[in-house]
C-alpha cells in the first residue's frame, strides 16, 4: 500500500490518528461448528453450507468491528435451529422456509473463548434466541439470514462489545 506523504506535523498527525482509529477495532474471530450432521435445523446439503458461511461471515464481521486488535473469539457452534420451519412443497419437489411466529423462533446454542495473546480473559456458553422474531418491524428484512443476523449482533454487542463508560 503506498501511503501519500504527509506535509507537516499536523499531517503527520491526522494520518497516523486516521489509521490507528481504524486498527483499533479489528479483533479476529475464528468459527467452528460441533457436528454439524446433528443440529436441529439448519437447511440440507448445500443450504447447510451456505449457512455456516453466512454465520462465520456473520461472526468475523462483528469481531472485526467490535473487538479490540488484541483480542481473538473462538466460537463453537454446537446447533442451529434457524427461524421457521422447512416444509415439503410438493408441486416444485423442494422445500420453502415457513415463518409463523410460534415455536418455529431462532436458536442457536454456543460455545466460547475470548482472548488476549495466550491469556485466556473469557469463556462460557450461552443458547441464543429471539422468541419474539417477528415482532421486531422489520418482518421484510434483506439478506442472508435476517433473523438470525439481529438476534447475533445484537448477543455479540451485549457479550463482546466494550462498555462506555457512564457519564
Known amino acids: 500500500m503506498c501511503m501519500p506523504k504527509p506535509k507537516s506535523a499536523a499531517a503527520l498527525a491526522a494520518l497516523l490518528f486516521t489509521l490507528a482509529a481504524g486498527l483499533a477495532r479489528a479483533g479476529s474471530v475464528d468459527v467452528s461448528y460441533i457436528a454439524p450432521e446433528r443440529h436441529a ?3 440440507r446439503g448445500l443450504d447447510a453450507e451456505r449457512v455456516r458461511d453466512d454465520l462465520t461471515r456473520l461472526f468475523q464481521s462483528l469481531g472485526a468491528s467490535l473487538l479490540p486488535a488484541d483480542q481473538a473469539l473462538h466460537i463453537e457452534v454446537l ?3 434457524l427461524a421457521g420451519e422447512l416444509l415439503p412443497m410438493y408441486r416444485t ?3 420453502v422456509r415457513v415463518l409463523r411466529g410460534r415455536a418455529d423462533w431462532p436458536r442457536l446454542q454456543l460455545r466460547w ?3 488476549r ?8 456458553s450461552a443458547t441464543v434466541s429471539d422468541m419474539a422474531y417477528l415482532d421486531h418491524g422489520d418482518r421484510h428484512a434483506d439478506g442472508p439470514l435476517p433473523y438470525e443476523t439481529r438476534m447475533l449482533t445484537q448477543w455479540f454487542r451485549a ?3 466494550p462498555q462506555s463508560p457512564t457519564r
Open 79 to 81: 446447533d442451529i435451529d
Open 93 to 95: 419437489m423442494q422445500e
Open 41 to 43: 435445523d439448519a437447511g
Open 117 to 124: 495473546g495466550e491469556q485466556v480473559i473469557d469463556s462460557g
Open 159 to 161: 457479550r463482546f462489545a
Open 113 to 115: 473463548t475470548l482472548s
